[in-house]
Nanobody, 115 residues
Framework: QVQLVESGGGLVHAGGSLRLSCAAS????????MGWFRQAPGKPRELVAG???????TYADSVKGRFTISRDNAERTMYLQMNSLKPEDTAVYYC?????????WGQGTQVTVSS
């Protein structure tokens, strides 16, 4: 049973930066493509960045050039470096497998960007 714990969110001004972390338990992390998702109030959850086991990355157009996803398979940890944050990046951020998430979702970490 995989468990995912997100951390690193907070309140920042527009233009600021945050680094999110995702700590995974179990061995599933090492064998799966993973991603960072986010959900803003009243909106569906969306995938913003993905990374394969080998480290290939993909990004949603809305974050391309500003966010960087990375992973450390040995430490079962994944990161999301977020730069040049915008108010529209405000959301709860989650990590999970992609493209098909595990049924388990962590509690997420709140990111709030003020204008």
């Amino acid at each position: 049973q995989v468990q995912l714990v997100e951390s690193g969110g907070g309140l920042v001004h527009a233009g600021g930066s945050l680094r999110l972390s995702c700590a995974a338990s179990g061995t599933s992390f090492m064998f799966n493509a993973m991603g960072w998702f986010r959900q803003a109030p009243g909106k569906p959850r969306e995938l913003v960045a993905g990374i394969t086991v080998g480290g290939s990355t993909t990004y949603a157009d809305s974050v391309k050039g500003r966010f960087t996803i990375s992973r450390d398979n040995a430490e079962r940890t994944m990161y999301l470096q977020m730069n040049s944050l915008k108010p529209e990046d405000t959301a709860v951020y989650y990590c999970n497998r992609q493209p098909t998430p595990f049924s388990y979702w962590g509690q997420g970490t709140q990111v709030t960007v003020s204008s």
